[in-house]
């Protein structure tokens, strides 16, 4: 089963730390306020499209269709820009503290290697089916009002009903049944984010004088690559969207998952983690891999 060692290993080791990991923080306050910011939109009438009644706002005013476009097409425009620009100089941030599909994924990950009752076996995937329902809301709401329930027709309810239900249930299947599986093998915006990042400023980079050789790292890597061997080792072979040719740089999501079991090895006897991640120096980025697609 795919990432069975990954979920031991890390199950083990979150739950033997002092207290919630730095990076899982920052995963989640992003998570927490970006989905805020997104779900604040719609309902204060920042910007909403209403593709039944054609109620579409703007700054709380009534506007017509195409005064609404514009008003979503020149911020999604600068934010697209900014995510280029990220990409191309820090990788894959986006994928490791961002994405929605991988925050849950994480937390169905979590509860599959908890407790022996299997009390949150049950609650994680229901938790992550609670927040898959939130996050299809949101974008409901965004797209349309939500008096479609109460006033629009058989068709119009009908086809709401299914547009909110599909999105509901494809987040939850995908974090569920596929979980990191579909981050590291079928996700088209990942696909796009590591071709950006084919060379990128940031990274994992690795200290071999302060490394155990645990091996730890490679077995809770969610994308399947050597940690130690970002820069000069070879490249993962061809997988699902994602073909040869692409470097480690480019394939990492940036997640921090090798750093945090790094980290935790060393508190058992190494002063320092091996890994680390960050900017890259100058040996790291320049780096060549002996062979590019080799197989792992």
């Avoid at 995963?27 to 779900?39: E, F, K, P, Y």
């Avoid at 509901?168 to 093998?185: E, N, S, Y």
């Avoid at 960050?278 to 080799?294: E, F, I, V, W, Y």
């Amino acid at each position: 089963m795919f990432g069975a060692k990954r979920e031991r290993a890390l199950y083990g080791i979150l739950h033997k730390l002092p207290k919630i990991h730095r990076y899982t923080w920052i995963r989640w306050g992003v998570g927490v306020v970006a989905t805020l910011s997104i779900a604040a939109l719609p309902v204060l009438d920042i910007l909403r499209f209403d593709l039944w009644g054609g109620g579409h706002r703007w700054l709380g005013e009534p506007v017509d269709t195409v005064t609404a476009a514009k008003a979503f097409a020149f911020p999604f425009l600068a934010i697209n820009v900014v995510i280029v620009l990220k990409s191309r100089l820090f990788g894959r941030y986006l994928c490791g503290f961002f994405c929605p599909v991988g925050t849950l994924s994480r937390l169905v990950e979590w509860a599959r290697y908890t407790d022996r009752k299997g009390r949150w076996r049950i609650a994680g995937p229901l938790t992550a089916f609670l927040v898959s329902c939130l996050m299809a809301a949101i974008t409901f709401a965004f797209w349309v009002d939500w008096h479609v329930f109460l006033e629009g027709s058989t068709l119009a309810r009908t086809l709401s009903a299914v547009f909110l239900g599909s999105m509901a249930l494809g987040l939850f299947g995908i974090v569920q049944f596929m979980g990191l599986r579909f981050c590291r093998d079928l996700c088209p915006s990942g696909v796009y984010f590591a071709l950006l990042g084919q060379e990128t400023i940031n990274g994992i980079e690795f200290d071999e004088t302060t490394c155990t050789d645990c091996g730890l790292c490679d077995v809770v890597c969610p994308v399947d690559l050597k940690p130690r061997d970002m820069s000069g080792g070879p490249w993962r072979d061809e997988r699902g969207f994602y073909s040869d040719g692409m470097s480690n740089f480019a394939l990492c999501l940036r997640c921090g998952d090798c750093v945090v079991a790094c980290e935790e090895v060393g508190t058992r006897g190494e002063p320092m983690s091996a890994l680390s991640l960050g900017a890259l120096s100058a040996d790291a980025r320049n780096a060549q891999p002996p062979c590019h697609g080799a197989s792992r």
